[in-house]
């Protein structure tokens, strides 16, 4: 079992939030979101020990690809994930935790 601490699992929300939402705002000097500077999501690349993930779209699908795989997996899948992780992060008060919904989603795309 996956087991992680807040900033751990705060990495995987980012990168959930990030392929959910397929932009990212801008913010000004105080950290408050420029509305009108957007900035879309095209392609995500990761480097891990075992290669190089790649993130990228097709319509509402998140077409993620590493080694010989590929995975069409909905965005929504993604939002609801994220949503759920996000939810976890602000209840869990432990050191480390594990997260079996949000393992067993990303290891169905070999995500780590």
Same mark, same amino acid.
């Given at each position: 079992?996956?087991?992680?601490?807040? @900033?751990?699992?705060?990495?995987? !929300?980012?990168? =959930?939030?990030?392929?959910?939402?397929?932009?990212?705002?801008?913010?000004?000097?105080?950290?408050?979101?420029?509305?009108?500077?957007?900035?879309?999501?095209?392609?995500?690349?990761?480097? &891990? %020990?075992? @290669?190089? !993930?790649?993130?990228? !779209? &097709?319509?509402? =699908?998140?077409?993620?690809? @590493? @080694?010989?795989? &590929?995975?069409?997996?909905?965005? %929504?899948?993604?939002?609801?994930?994220?949503? =759920? =992780?996000?939810?976890?992060?602000?209840?869990?008060?432990?050191?480390?935790?594990?997260?079996?919904?949000?393992?067993?989603?990303?290891? %169905?795309?070999?995500?780590?």
């Amino acid at each position: 079992m996956l087991k992680g601490n807040k @900033g751990e699992w705060s990495e995987i !929300y980012a990168l =959930l939030k990030v392929l959910s939402d397929k932009n990212l705002f801008a913010g000004d000097s105080d950290l408050k979101k420029i509305e009108s500077l957007i900035f879309p999501i095209i392609k995500i690349l990761r480097d &891990e %020990s075992n @290669g190089t !993930y790649e993130y990228s !779209y &097709e319509s509402d =699908l998140v077409l993620v690809k @590493g @080694g010989d795989e &590929e995975f069409r997996i909905p965005v %929504s899948k993604f939002q609801d994930k994220a949503v =759920l =992780l996000l939810s976890k992060l602000k209840e869990n008060t432990s050191a480390a935790f594990s997260i079996p919904g949000i393992e067993n989603f990303i290891n %169905s795309f070999n995500c780590f």
